[in-house]
């Protein structure tokens, strides 16, 4: 990646932009404790955060140091050392179907002071975001976003659901068969070291998680601020295989009133097989004197239901669409997923930010390996195009199956770049959105192809907030 994370210059169109409104844009050096703490200020005022602790603004000095940190800047304000905007960006890799991983760039920490919105400023930095991706050489950006209606204008589209569940202690009687391996209690803290590498295995195992960055771990096992009520509440759990190799950890919370059972609070669980899947569960919901456990970000697929004798035991609070995908490049997009069988298929692409368009052929082997090829001549508004070779004619006997010519009638769907985000890991069918009416089939026969070539071997979760 050529990009210098802390030393390539603001975005020049977004610059300019605000600078014509009288503000300034600049780049936040994370080691300049003053200029980061004004800049934490407006972030945590964004998100209706108490104001700093010393503690956090340490915590956030180690998080940021990683990451594009970025504010819009009023000097005729009363505090002008405080954005009037702010937003960061960091690059890391997304998972995609087929246990791989693609370049993303996350965005987060999007916002604007009361006193200064709806004039433009989140629109300028969102953009200029998606510059900064394309520079840093990202397939595609990501968020998780507060409100469902703010950033589908800029081409993102929500990829993965999340649910949040709560299990009735007394209904919870365990079914499923005994794992090989051992669950311990353990000392979060002293997890700190094995966390990042059994989180890594779990990331590669369900399309739509980020790469963990290292202070989540700190947050997570209460080591950033150890003596706050918080942190000493964290317990932890770890599943160790049958050789005693660590496989999956989680952290919890108890709360309750006196005297009375408490709700056992799930706040992180990375498992890197299933049998550390299903013993980390079987120790969370076998705890005593609790009436329930609450989880937050869990999968829409939950096998939790098919381990328990009584599965109603899991109510379904919530589901909430949770991570959002904006396609910039859709070639390294498709291609660096798995496709859920063979076939071949053309995606006529859309984008009125103009990153994205253009018409693009996927041409999916049995194992799920495709090419993909951005056809020349394709484009937003150009006609379908004459010059690819012809669909269903899978090449495994001939070869490239260069002669032929497609046509109208060739397997293929007309869609927006949101709609690309919202099929690309598999979290919703394109027929699905066929049905809705946002995207439209050139052959009918097109939406069954596309249906199974975008399956994923696991509905997509992303089960942190960033
Ligand atoms: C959301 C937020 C960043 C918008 O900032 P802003 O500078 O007022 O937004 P802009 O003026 O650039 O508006 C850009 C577009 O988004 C729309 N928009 C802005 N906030 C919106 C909201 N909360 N809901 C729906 N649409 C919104 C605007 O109408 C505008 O639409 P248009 O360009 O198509 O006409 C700001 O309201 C904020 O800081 N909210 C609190 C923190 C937060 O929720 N951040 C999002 C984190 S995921």
């Given at each position: ?41 407006a ?36 505090t ?57 050489g ?36 365990w ?52 003596d ?30 006196p ?6 609070h ?81 995606l ?75 099929i ?43």
């Amino acid at each position: 990646m050529s990009f210098d994370l802390h030393r390539a210059p603001a975005d020049r169109l977004a610059t300019d932009a605000l600078a014509a409104r009288g503000l300034e844009y600049r780049l936040v050096e994370p080691s300049d404790r003053a200029a980061l703490l004004g800049w934490i200020e407006a972030d945590n005022r964004g998100f209706h955060h108490p104001r700093p602790t010393p503690q956090q603004i340490e915590f956030e000095q180690r998080t940021f140091r990683d990451r594009r940190v970025e504010g819009v800047y009023d000097r005729a304000s009363a505090t002008p050392g405080i954005p009037v905007a702010t937003v960061s960006g960091w690059p890391t890799g997304l998972s995609v179907p087929g246990g791989r991983s693609i370049d993303a760039w996350a965005v987060s920490s999007v916002t604007v002071a009361p006193t200064h919105r709806r004039r433009g400023i989140a629109r300028a930095l969102m953009e200029a975001q998606l510059r900064s991706a394309i520079e840093a050489g990202a397939a595609v950006a990501v968020l998780t976003a507060t409100e469902a209606t703010i950033y589908g204008r800029f081409g993102y589209a929500p990829a993965t659901r999340a649910a949040s569940i709560r299990i009735d202690r007394r209904r919870a009687h365990w079914s499923g068969a005994d794992v090989p391996g051992r669950v311990h209690a353990v000392d979060p803290a002293a997890l700190i070291d094995q966390a990042p590498a059994i989180a890594r295995r779990a990331v590669a195992r369900t399309p739509g998680e980020i790469d963990r960055w290292p202070s989540l771990f700190e947050r997570v096992l209460g080591t950033a601020d150890p003596d706050s009520e918080h942190s000493r509440g964290v317990r932890a759990l770890r599943y160790d295989d049958e050789r005693g190799q660590a496989q999956g950890f989680a952290t919890y919370r108890v709360t309750r009133e006196p005297d009375r059972p408490g709700t056992l609070h799930v706040s992180f669980l990375a498992a890197a097989t299933d049998d550390a899947e299903r013993g980390l569960w079987r120790a969370l919901v076998e705890h005593d004197f609790i009436s329930a456990v609450q989880a937050h970000l869990r999968s829409v697929e939950e096998p939790l239901p098919w381990l328990l004798e009584d599965p109603r035991a899991v109510e379904v609070d919530a589901i909430a669409d949770h991570l959002w995908v904006r396609v910039l490049d859709p070639v390294a997009a498709l291609a660096g997923r798995r496709f859920g069988g063979a076939g071949t298929l053309t995606l006529e692409v859309t984008d009125p930010l103009g990153h994205a368009a253009g018409t693009y052929e996927i041409d999916a082997s049995a194992d799920g390996r495709a090419e993909v090829r951005r056809v020349e001549g394709g484009g937003a508004d150009a006609p379908w195009p004459a010059d690819v070779p012809a669909v269903g004619s899978r090449r495994a006997a001939s070869g490239r199956d260069g002669g032929s010519r497609r046509s109208r009638q060739s397997n293929g769907l007309a869609l927006g770049v949101q709609e690309l985000g919202a099929i690309l890991l598999g979290g919703v069918r394109p027929s699905t959105l066929g049905r809705a009416g946002r995207i439209a089939e050139h052959s009918r026969g097109s939406f069954a192809i596309a249906d199974r070539l975008f399956a994923a071997e696991r509905e997509p979760l992303l089960s942190i907030w960033f």
